[in-house]
């Protein structure tokens, strides 16, 4: 899978299938994008497949492999592979998982894709230079939960504190760092 071609030479066939409109160019390109938002049953946090399609078409040619780290229920996999690009998708919930698997079974498409079960921080499954764009909606902490075990960095006080899982109530938020000690008036 994917990865940019090693001479940095698209192929004029592979140009002409990625092409956009003019009509995409011009709404793809303005500052703000009016987009609906979307629901679904199964996940507290989807994103609209109009996010990742206009991304993947601006930013990736057909052929190239998107990766999306946190693949929730596989929006940005579907697209990928509607727009002939393959995917890698990565989630920690087996659930997500189990119907990523299910869902992109069914789509007719000569690209690939990928469904890894695991967690994001660790992508030694994902070969080197075989990304050629990523994608993503990142996890809502508040919004989902992930599970109390001590991989779910949803929990730390700090990234770098992985004890802080165990020093924290479950679906408590981070605060941000407060200053140790306030300036005294005297010291402008």
Not at 51 to 60: E, G
Not at 100 to 108: E, I, P, S
């Amino acid at each position: 899978m994917g990865g940019r071609m090693t001479d940095n030479k698209i192929p004029n066939e592979i140009k002409e299938a990625s092409r956009l409109t003019k009509e995409e160019w011009r709404e793809f390109t303005k500052t703000v994008w009016h987009i609906a938002n979307v629901t679904d049953k199964g996940h507290p946090a989807v994103f609209p497949e109009e996010i990742p399609n206009r991304l993947i078409k601006m930013f990736s040619f057909v052929g190239e492999t998107i990766l999306d780290p946190f693949a929730g229920v596989g929006t940005t996999g579907r697209v990928a592979l509607n727009l002939n690009r393959n995917a890698v998708l990565v989630d920690q919930s087996d659930a997500y998982v189990e119907r990523m698997t299910a869902d992109l079974a069914g789509v007719l498409t000569d690209a690939t894709v990928k469904v890894i079960n695991g967690d994001s921080r660790d992508l030694n499954a994902v070969s080197d230079d075989s990304v050629d764009l990523v994608v993503t909606s990142p996890p809502y902490w508040d919004k989902a939960d992930y599970g109390n075990g001590s991989d779910n960095s949803g929990l730390l006080l700090a990234v770098d504190d992985p004890a802080g899982a165990s020093s924290r109530e479950p679906g408590a938020r981070l605060s941000p760092p407060q200053p140790s000690q306030p300036a005294a008036s005297g010291d402008r």
